[in-house]
């Protein structure tokens, strides 16, 4: 039996080592990298001449320039740093419950296969379940399995009331802006969702959207024909009858939420994956998130 976490096999690690995270814009990081920073310096990709000035180091002198035109000019390389990464996953109780619906099992797969995209390449990665759970930044590949058994140590989040407010204090401790990945199945208010969003986008993060949907979400107790259902954000329960049109009813309001959902993420600019646990998580990372440009 594998020791590796998470059901992972050796085979899907060797896969993911050998994707890539790709921002869509440069950013500056903290430390070395392999990413393209906005700053210029002596890295390996070559951005721009300039006038040379006393101090510059002679080897970065384009001779063959002076030789043309007898002017001094030297090369202008940019910098390759981290990137930070934002792990950004919905604790909430719909996320746990039923448990044969696998969403938090999945958005912990997911998470950790982003995580270890970005420890392989040398980039810093933070994790925060709001009302749960926020991570120091983890560096390195031998940092891997500390992140999965903080995942695994982290229980449902009874009290959502600060939500918002726990997500402001994690992007606090970002630095440099970087990606960011929100898990969740954003089964709350739009309006909700929108100003978790703003909090993000005031950080200036590149944001990509992977909503989580488990077959109850999408047909809701399919072998019943009436049931009492207990809301797991609220716990407020009530009798309902699951005929044809109280289950074409929910389907229409579902298809509404997750329109205005998408609609929000055009126009904020931001990515947006929609994740069924049913499938496999080597399918969804290897084809349903390489589409997005930010893995490759």
């Known amino acids: 039996m594998s020791d590796l976490p998470l059901g992972f096999s050796g085979n899907f690690l060797s896969r993911l080592e050998l994707l890539r995270m790709r921002a869509r814009r440069s950013?500056?990081?903290?430390?070395?990298?392999?990413?393209?920073?906005?700053?210029?310096g002596h890295g390996m990709e070559f951005s721009d001449y300039r006038n040379y000035m006393p101090g510059d180091n002679p080897r970065y002198i384009d001779w063959s320039i002076f030789?043309?035109?007898?002017?001094?000019?030297?090369?202008?390389?940019q910098e390759e740093?981290?990137?930070?990464?934002?792990?950004l996953l919905d604790g909430s109780p719909s996320m746990h419950y039923p448990e044969d619906n696998r969403k938090w099992q999945y958005a912990m797969q997911i998470a950790a296969s982003l995580a270890y995209i970005g420890l392989m390449q040398h980039d810093s990665i933070r994790v925060s379940v709001p009302g749960a759970f926020y991570s120091p930044a983890y560096t390195g590949a031998r940092a891997f399995y500390r992140l999965i058994g903080d995942l695994e140590a982290v229980a449902p989040v009874t009290n959502q009331d600060l939500f918002q407010e726990h997500i402001q204090r994690a992007v606090s401790h970002f630095?440099?802006?970087?990606?960011c990945f929100f898990l969740s199945d954003f089964l709350m208010p739009v309006e909700h969702i929108r100003k978790v969003l703003d909090v993000l986008r005031a950080k200036n993060l590149d944001i990509c959207c992977i909503q989580i949907l488990g077959k109850d979400d999408i047909q809701p107790a399919s072998d019943l024909d009436s049931a009492e259902l207990v809301d797991s954000e609220t716990g407020e329960s009530f009798h309902l009858s699951l005929d044809k049109n109280i289950r074409e009813e929910y389907s229409y309001y579902l298809s509404q939420h997750n329109g205005e959902l998408k609609a929000m993420c055009e126009e904020y600019g931001i990515l947006y994956q929609l994740a069924y646990p049913e499938n496999s998580i080597e399918s969804f990372v290897f084809e349903n998130l390489t589409q997005t440009g930010l893995i490759r």
């Open 81 to 87: 740093q981290d990137l930070p990464v934002f792990l």
């Open 175 to 179: 630095r440099f802006p970087g990606l």
């Open 27 to 40: 950013y500056l990081g903290s430390r070395q990298g392999s990413h393209l920073s906005m700053k210029r």
């Open 67 to 77: 030789a043309r035109s007898d002017r001094v000019y030297v090369k202008q390389f």
